[in-house]
């Protein structure tokens, strides 16, 4: 009956925070586009008409105008959509998986092996993110999936000093002092006992993980070492659209206007999370 009511305090708490909720909507509305709109229609993001170049918005046949070759930038948009949030999704849960089990060893055994991992965090921090990730793609092959792989091993030093500290305050706590008396494992302590305790901070930081991966694959498809065309993402679409911003500005408007208000989403509904799973949190 507790954890009820304090499940539904939590819920009162997000529904009480409204750019949370809308942000919600906005995120759905989209992922409906890019996930279902290609099932139901005939989206060809790279059939080319040069007849049809740099269309206008509200053009016949482009409700979202033409690019330099005539394609269409709404279809290439919903199908970059999918790219730039598959990116962003994926490498939140490789990102968290790897910051989670990190984290935990770090705030579970302490001592050497805590101080290696954390001061391996340090290092990681210390690099801009920008220059890590060029680094790391001159060694692998641009694609979606190695997208996801160099984005994740950019971004999971956040989740691992958050989970590293929750564990070590939970660990002195009565419940794991029980645990080992009774004979449990460390594995058993850490996932069963540990972890669930945990989850809040976890769920909150791997939202705010989204919204850096979404910006992180678009500056590196902006920069010509993430996805390569003739695939669009975010990213990669607005690279194209540099040498026609005076004359097609649509072409740049809409791939940033996406991406800003995706990370903004992502932000505020990690914003809710936090405060409806914070019992000292209070929507604003």
């Known amino acids: 009956?507790?954890?009820?009511?304090?499940?539904?305090?939590?819920?009162?708490?997000f529904l009480s925070y409204r750019p949370a909720i809308a942000s919600l909507l906005v995120m759905g509305m989209l992922l409906i586009a890019c996930v279902l709109v290609p099932l139901l229609v005939d989206i060809d993001d790279k059939r080319i008409s040069l007849k049809s170049r740099f269309l206008a918005p509200l053009s016949d046949g482009f409700l979202l105008g033409s690019d330099e070759l005539g394609r269409s930038v709404l279809a290439r948009l919903i199908t970059a959509g999918q790219i730039s949030l598959s990116v962003g999704l994926f490498s939140m849960l490789l990102s968290t998986m790897i910051g989670v089990t990190l984290g935990l060893i770090a705030g579970y055994y302490r001592g050497v092996i805590s101080a290696l991992i954390m001061?391996?965090?340090?290092?990681?921090?210390?690099?801009?993110?920008i220059f890590l990730l060029l680094a790391l793609s001159a060694l692998i092959k641009p694609g979606v999936g190695s997208i996801i792989v160099l984005v994740a091993l950019s971004s999971w030093m956040e989740v691992t000093r958050v989970v590293e500290g929750q564990v070590r305050s939970l660990r002195e706590r009565d419940y794991v002092a029980a645990s080992r008396v009774v004979g449990a494992g460390d594995m058993h302590i850490m996932f069963r006992e540990i972890l669930p305790n945990a989850i809040g901070p976890i769920l909150v930081a791997a939202t705010l993980t989204v919204a850096h991966a979404i910006l992180a694959e678009s500056y590196i498809s902006f920069l010509g070492f993430g996805i390569q065309p003739p695939t669009p993402s975010w990213g990669n679409m607005l690279n194209?659209?540099?040498?026609?911003?005076?004359?097609a500005p649509w072409l740049a408007i809409l791939p940033g206007a996406l991406i800003a208000i995706s990370v903004t989403c992502f932000n505020f509904i990690g914003e809710g999370l936090r405060i409806a799973l914070d019992p000292k949190g209070s929507a604003k």
């Open 240 to 247: 194209n659209a540099q040498s026609s911003l005076s004359s």
């Open 1 to 13: 009956m507790k954890s009820f009511t304090r499940k539904n305090t939590a819920l009162v708490r």
């Open 119 to 129: 001061r391996l965090v340090d290092a990681m921090l210390c690099f801009p993110t």
